[in-house]
């Protein structure tokens, strides 16, 4: 049963306004592969996502996906476009089967967006999809294929043991192949080391390559 005291947007708003919350929203269940909105649709709803792993991607002119940024519990997804009354600027799929937490924005901004504590929060949220923005520029106008590896294995040792290799090569927009012989030379190097079945990473090797 979803509680929106249990989101930490709303943890502060009293039985009235919580209620409410309830009213204009419902919970949206996906399936992995299962689409959440596609660039260029218009944005409705404010989406939470509570469980699961949504992807955010683009495509090219080719036909190529590349991978923005993956999310996960508890976030909002793509509310700028929600602020900004824009077409979604990139599509989302759910990674996993996920619950997405659906709000009808207008209601919302009406009725419940005067609330200090909410719109500082969605400011903050805000800052981080700049950060993510910002993130990906760097990665991708001035790293290379190598140094983008080593930043990744160093700021996201959980998600290198989580997602499979083709997953990660298409989030930092090389192929998959470049991605496994980036692993073999750090392997090669004594960046990664394996013992057993598991995997060992040498973070301060990793930092002087980044």
Not at 36 to 42: A, C, N, R, S
Not at 77 to 84: Q, T, W
Not at 180 to 205: A, V
């Amino acid at each position: 049963m979803f509680r929106a005291r249990d989101i930490f947007l709303f943890k502060h708003l009293n039985d009235q306004q919580l209620e409410r919350i309830q009213q204009i929203s419902f919970l949206k269940e996906l399936n992995r592969g299962e689409t959440l909105f596609w660039e260029g649709d218009k944005p409705e709803y404010l989406y939470i996502l509570l469980d699961g792993t949504i992807r955010v991607f683009k495509t090219d002119n080719k036909g190529n996906e590349i991978t923005l940024h993956y999310f996960y519990p508890i976030n909002m997804i793509a509310e700028v476009a929600n602020f900004e009354n824009i077409p979604y600027p990139a599509s989302a799929e759910a990674e996993t089967d996920s619950i997405v937490l659906a709000i009808d924005f207008e209601k919302f901004k009406q009725e419940l967006l005067t609330d200090p504590e909410i719109s500082f929060n969605i400011i903050k949220s805000l800052s981080d999809k700049i950060r993510i923005l910002n993130d990906f520029i760097v990665q991708n106008m001035m790293m290379d294929a190598i140094t983008r590896v080593a930043k990744f294995l160093y700021e996201h040792e959980d998600l290198f043991h989580q997602l499979k290799h083709n997953k990660i090569a298409s989030l930092l927009n090389i192929t998959p192949e470049t991605f496994s012989r980036i692993l073999k030379k750090f392997k090669q190097q004594g960046i990664i080391e394996k013992k057993g079945k598991e995997l060992i990473i040498h973070r301060d090797k990793l930092k002087n390559l980044i």
